[in-house]
C-alpha cells in the first residue's frame, strides 16, 4: 500500500515562502508522475504542479515563475518551493502519485496567506 505524506504547510504573510514536501513511501519511480494539487474553500481542485518519471514539468499557469516543483529520488520524496505567495495561493495542497492505472493522494496541507 503506497502512502503519501505531505508536510510543511502553513500562515505566511504574502510575499513570503515555504516549501512543501511529500514523502512516498516506496520508491518514486514507480510512479508515472508525481504532483500538487490544491482546492481552495469554494473552489475545484486544481493541478498546480506536475513531474513525471522521465522529468517533464508543468505548472498551472497561475503559479509560473512563483513556484517550483522538484524530487529527491534518493529520499523518495517530492517538494513545490513556492515564492512570492499571494491570499489567492491559499487553500489546502495535496500531493498525489500516477500509476499507469491509479493515483494516489496524500491527506492534505494547508497553506494560508494572509497579513
Known amino acids: 500500500q503506497v502512502q503519501l505524506v505531505g508536510s510543511g504547510g502553513g500562515l505566511v504573510q504574502p510575499g513570503g515562502s515555504l516549501r512543501l514536501s511529500c514523502a512516498a513511501s516506496g520508491s518514486i519511480f514507480s510512479f508515472v508522475a508525481m504532483g500538487w494539487h490544491r482546492q481552495a474553500p469554494g473552489k475545484q481542485l486544481e493541478l498546480v504542479a506536475r513531474?513525471?518519471?522521465?522529468?517533464?514539468?508543468a505548472y498551472a499557469d497561475s503559479v509560473k515563475g512563483r513556484f517550483t516543483i522538484s524530487r529527491d529520488n534518493a529520499k523518495n520524496t517530492v517538494y513545490l518551493q513556492m515564492n512570492s505567495l499571494k491570499p489567492v495561493d491559499t487553500a489546502v495542497y495535496y500531493c498525489n502519485a500516477d500509476t499507469e492505472t491509479y493515483t494516489y493522494w496524500g491527506q492534505g496541507t494547508q497553506v494560508t496567506v494572509s497579513s
Open positions: 513531474i513525471t518519471r522521465g522529468g517533464t514539468i
